[in-house]
């Protein structure tokens, strides 16, 4: 339903059924009919499906600026921007937040993210027209939301997936697979298939998981193990819990408060600049970074565990291998801002990145950082 919503219900992150809402962003089903109850004020259905996306998702906004590159077209340098923008912050705040050129470059990111609207509208009305004067067209299998990458697999069109499950499940999808000696397309096809054997927000121990894939094959911990790299199924490091990978699904009431509570904590943080270490407690090698705004460490946080695409190969790779318990994010040395005269915020990082690279030589052996490689602040 995400994928084949309207600008207007992806905006609004909710589609209306004749019976019910649905959330686009969770699956929530919220029945029509029936008055709801919510911190003691009671809501009709179509008022809590908004009281709902508000508790649990913050907002549309948040959930769509946090998807995948692949599926945004942003880079994070603009979902910063856009961040800003959507908190009602000005050129000049944005740009001193930021970091980055002068007010008029930030008008100038405004210019390019306005250019990008219009010319996604065009390519919009330019595809339904081409879906209406070509019914022939091949209709695609979307992505599911949880892919943790995205990429040649994902081209498969509609006609391709009926027929690979009818190759691989003979006998029907509830029924064992004929082989898992598949194609990485096809294997794509039949782990979406076997996902739909387990219920959403339900938890599994190992042993409950495995008895249901065995219903598939006997393989099962394979099949298992590419569940999870797939992005279907989700599970806590010691392997004690499993569940279906959509969104929120497998959080508790407990970790929804204390993902508030940071929420609410990272909004309040006064915007700092600094320099701070990723440290993996394993091996004790550690990445230095610089940033002109120190909350960007939550970001990184998520964009490792969440997204798995850190620009540093060595750091995501042994982030994967260790899992997320194993690394901490730990502030080294906040900068001293002058109230007064001249200062170069993006010069004096720069200059307090290398006082920390030379104290910690974070090299090789002893940390991710490369030698001799030029980057950009915050990168």
Known sequence: MFWNASPEELKNGYAEEEDYYICLLCGKKIEKGIVYSGDGILYEA????????????????????????????LTD?????????????????????????????????????????????????????L??????????????????????????????????IKKYFPEGTDSPLKTLDMKEKSKLV???????????????????????????????????????EYGFLERKP??????????????????????????????????????YQIRNTKNQKVLVVATPNLKTMNGRQVGLRKWGGHKNRQLQEEYNQFGAE????????????????YFDKHEELKKLEAKWLEKLQPFGERGYNQLNKGKEIGK
């Open 46 to 73: 179509g008022r809590y499906i908004r009281v709902h996306i508000e508790k649990v998702h913050e907002s549309v906004f948040e959930h769509l600026i946090h998807l995948d590159k692949r599926l945004t077209g």
């Open 77 to 129: 340098h603009q979902k910063s921007l856009l961040q800003l923008f959507y908190q009602g912050k000005s050129d000049g705040e944005v740009q001193k937040e930021m970091g980055i050129g002068s007010a008029s470059t930030i008008r100038n990111h405004r210019f390019v993210l306005k250019e990008k609207e219009r010319q996604a509208k065009v390519f919009l009305a330019l595809m339904e027209l």
């Open 131 to 164: 879906k209406d004067k070509n019914k022939r067209s091949p209709g695609y299998l979307p992505p599911h939301k949880t892919a943790r990458m995205i990429d040649d697999r994902y081209n498969i069109t509609q006609e391709e997936s009926e027929q690979i």
């Open 190 to 228: 039949v782990l979406r298939e076997i996902a739909k054997r387990f219920e959403a927000k339900k938890f599994y121990n190992e042993k409950e998981v495995n008895e249901i894939l065995k219903t598939a094959c006997d393989d099962f911990a394979t099949l298992r193990r590419y569940l999870i």
């Open 238 to 275: 010691d392997g004690s819990q499993y569940w279906l990978k959509e969104d929120s699904h497998g959080m508790g009431e407990d970790d929804m408060d204390r993902k508030k509570e940071l929420k609410q904590q990272y909004k309040e943080m006064k915007t700092e600049g600094g320099v």
């Open 326 to 341: 194993a690394f901490v994010f730990e502030v080294l040395e906040v900068l001293k801002e002058k109230e007064e005269g």
